[in-house]
């Protein structure tokens, strides 16, 4: 079996892995390879700390896929002979003032009730694992179990393993023959066959012509990585998320001393970066860590994530050649083992038992009032 993935990013490249490893002969194509979300993404494994009110159907993709990323990454460093920065240092969720402690033990009811562990602990005490918390620090939710990788690592160790499956191109369409996808086109005119299409392009599969109009949207966010001063290198041990007057920020922490610090969101179609963005990012990430202002800012970076609906993955067949893996929304980093295997297990023929009960329905493209040319199809 030949299978094109169209898209190679964070998504697109573990099918592609996952893909071989079910020994299906792979090519992948992007015009520009892991140059879009997964270039911004800071990489935080933290199921726990992803848990927001009323998306119940979500936790248990966030944990299984949580589970599967150790495997994945030692996996890929030894294919790639890399180093992916994987790391197992936890996480704080911080509050920045008292208001917002109430907010954050609200938080941990429902990480509690998710069945996550985790653990509130006061300011004093968050301070004694990360001395460069703040002093207005009020107080903390401890995820010893959080984990973080380095997105780009990840990315580029994927693109070595395919180098010689990949092609660097746009796809223009897709060639189907009597209702099913048998192909794509490139924008140089070329035409490529496949037994099975996985579109994993993100919010860009709606402009492929011939593919159906998805319910995906872009979410842009703007991102900043930064360096800290030699002298208070490493500024922080792990990964420290927060609450300040009820917005949520974060900084991780990489292996090399490196910080990325994030992350904001808006849906009003504009690609470039947003100062006012910058300005509370920078504002909010000193609330609780004040040595950021003594940083330098060696990167800053806008990329659009896209998100679906209910913010879960479009993960599916949508005709008998074509399978959609995309609208990851902020979840891509943490869910693509997940999303990757199952994307390849359906575009081969295999259903993904190993999946949560439900979890399959759940991530169906057909779970929307979707147009009439996405039809109605099973997912195995």
Do not use: K
């Not at 169209?6 to 998504?11: C, L, N, S, T």
């Amino acid at each position: 079996m030949h299978v094109i993935v169209v898209g190679a990013g964070i998504i697109g490249l573990t099918t592609a892995w996952y893909l071989r490893r079910l020994v299906a002969g792979v090519t992948v194509i992007d015009p520009a390879p892991a140059r879009g979300a997964s270039h911004a993404a800071a990489g935080m494994l933290a199921p726990a700390a992803e848990v927001v009110w009323g998306q119940t159907s979500l936790y248990p993709l966030l944990r299984t896929a949580a589970e599967m990323h150790p495997e994945f990454a030692a996996e890929v460093a030894g294919a790639a002979d890399a180093e992916l920065g994987l790391t197992d240092t936890g996480t704080l969720v911080c509050a920045g003032d008292r208001a917002d402690l109430q907010a954050l033990r609200e938080l941990r009811d429902a990480q509690t009730g998710a069945g996550f562990s985790t653990e509130l602990i006061t300011g004093t005490r968050a301070r004694e694992l990360e001395p460069s918390l703040s002093p207005s620090v009020a107080g903390a939710v401890r995820i010893p179990e959080d984990q973080s990788i380095d997105p780009r690592r990840v990315t580029s160790a994927l693109l070595s393993v395919f180098a010689s499956e990949l092609i660097s191109q746009h796809v223009s369409g897709l060639v189907r023959e009597g209702g099913a996808t048998v192909g794509v086109e490139l924008a140089d005119g070329r035409r490529m066959s496949a037994d099975q299409v996985v579109l994993a392009a993100g919010s860009a599969a709606n402009t492929i012509a011939g593919a159906p109009q998805l319910p995906v949207r872009e979410v842009w966010g703007d991102v900043l990585r930064l360096r800290a001063p030699a002298e208070r290198t490493p500024l922080l041990r792990g990964t420290v998320r927060g609450l300040v007057n009820g917005r949520s920020v974060y900084v991780v922490a990489r292996p090399d001393g490196q910080l990325v610090l994030g992350a904001s969101s808006r849906e009003d179609g504009r690609s470039g970066t947003d100062a006012g963005a910058v300005h509370r990012l920078l504002s909010d990430g000193q609330r609780l860590v004040p040595g950021i202002l003594d940083c330098e800012i060696t990167e800053i970076t806008t990329r659009a994530r896209p998100g679906s609906p209910d913010d879960l993955p479009l993960v599916g067949r949508i005709d008998d050649g074509c399978v959609v893996s995309t609208g990851y929304f902020r979840h891509g980093i943490l869910l693509a083992p997940l999303g990757g295997r199952v994307g390849a297990e359906i575009a081969i023929g295999r259903r993904p038992d190993w999946l949560p009960p439900g979890a399959l329905d759940s991530v169906s493209p057909q779970r929307f009032e979707t147009p009439a040319d996405l039809p109605v199809l099973s997912t195995t």
